[in-house]
């Protein structure tokens, strides 16, 4: 039974590709708040779990909740959670053709309908928050790959979501640039929003997560907190995988 | 560029042997000048109408085109048959039945500028359907994902995010389509069309000089479609500046 503050509900969520299995009988739950880490080997569902969570992909079988709102495999009622859930990608997924601002106050002003000042205001408080206010009206393309992800975490922040889901966020990135968006995500995670991770940064994971998520092959393995899994993990293909990234 | 020149003065300097005769269009008579005034004058109703078939084509073929791009089949076939359709009409032989046949048919009369504009339009919305089919799928999955991620409906997603990236990116195609509407605009004059091409026929039933009335034609295009290109070519540059 779900307690009062669960925000996302998966239950016994299954999807294809073709013929591939890419989700078996996933279940979770997040509460609201809470920061959860999903990681896992490349092809283990991980990245397609979140992109179910906010629609970008449809399961087939099963039941996702979030917020309140039902996604059944056959009713379609994605655009009702679309306010409630950011997302920031691997690849950024900036408007090339848009000046940073502009990236910021689209979403704002078509979606919620704000002004343009008050969109703008907007959008320099979190441009402030991470980091780079004066780049503002600045073209995505002029910007390095740190700043460039950070203004799509700006970006996501700007709707004001309750849910920010991050797909792999430092994995496009050169090493030298991965501290400065892992450094914005942990102040992010001090400010009491719902994050789902999928990366394979253990460090961060270790000094941000409430819960990690091991999944391999569709399915989830194992649960349970940084201390319980790093220390211990129960299942040998977690061992297996940590041991590997760590040990590299 | 260089070679085209040389033969231009090849072309201008054989006005003194007997095969030619300038002076039907020598600007330092006074009939000379006055027939290269006239031959000039229909320059307007060649971009006039060029102008605006290109225009028309444009919102057109983006209208066509996104039914293309929909998930349901019955949009796409909607797509694939006027594409099919449309393309598969010689531009005279559409001319000739909007003037002549569309009047029988829906009782409506158009004068010869927008039966000439309409038959123009049309044959090239097609094309400019492919062209803009393309370009928008050209654009990353990724752009649609960012914009459905800050809840963009389809309509701001196509106008603020899609779109500008794709006109970009057809821009030289879309200039290409000027240059091809400029040239087919000259069939229009079979229907009675006042630009140049037709200007030019008239011209040579009065002075029977078609070698030097139609190479002075030749090179009425060649400026107008040499304008269009340059121009074309600094729009890319100016948006330039804000591509990937």
Known sequence: ?248 | MKRLWILIAIACLSGCSDNWGWYVVDPSTKSGASNLRFMISGAYYTILMSVTAILISVVLGLLVALPGLSQRKAWRMFNRTYVEIVRAVPILVLILWVYYGLPQLSGLTLNVFWAGVLALALSDSAFQAEIFRGGIQSISKGQYEAAQSISLNYRDTMRYVILPQAIRRILPALGNQLVYMLKMSSLVSVIGMQELTRKANELVVSEYRPLEIYTILVLEYLVLILIVSAGVRWLERRMQSSEV
């Open chain 1, 1 to 248: 039974m779900p307690d009062s503050n669960t925000i996302i509900t998966l239950n016994n969520v299954n999807k294809h590709f073709g013929d591939f299995q890419a989700l078996k009988n996933v279940s979770l739950e997040v509460t609201s708040g809470e920061r959860v880490v999903i990681c896992g080997p490349s092809g283990s569902g991980k990245s397609t779990l979140i992109r179910c969570i906010n629609q970008l992909e449809t399961h087939e079988a099963g039941e996702i909740t979030v917020d309140g709102v039902t996604l059944s495999a056959t009713q379609n009622n994605a655009h009702k959670i679309k306010a409630t859930v950011g997302m920031v990608f691997q690849q950024f997924n900036l408007f090339p053709h848009l000046s940073v601002i502009d990236n910021l106050t689209l979403g704002p002003r078509r979606v919620l309908g704000l002004s343009e000042e008050a969109a703008k205001a907007r959008a320099m408080t979190y441009l402030e928050r991470v980091q780079i206010p004066d780049q503002a009206d600045k073209l995505p393309r002029q910007l390095s790959g740190g700043q460039q992800q950070r203004v799509a975490i700006a970006r996501s922040l700007c709707m004001e979501p309750k849910i920010l889901l991050f797909d792999e966020p430092t994995s496009a990135l050169d090493p030298e640039m991965i501290a400065e968006v892992l450094d914005v995500m942990t102040e992010l995670a001090s400010s009491g929003i719902t994050m789902i991770v999928v990366t394979h940064e253990m460090g961060f994971a270790r000094r941000v997560a409430d819960k990690m998520v091991f999944m391999d092959q569709g399915e989830i393995i194992e649960t349970g907190t940084p201390e319980q899994v790093f220390t211990a993990p129960k299942s040998q293909r977690f061992a297996h995988f940590l041991e590997q990234i760590l040990n590299h």
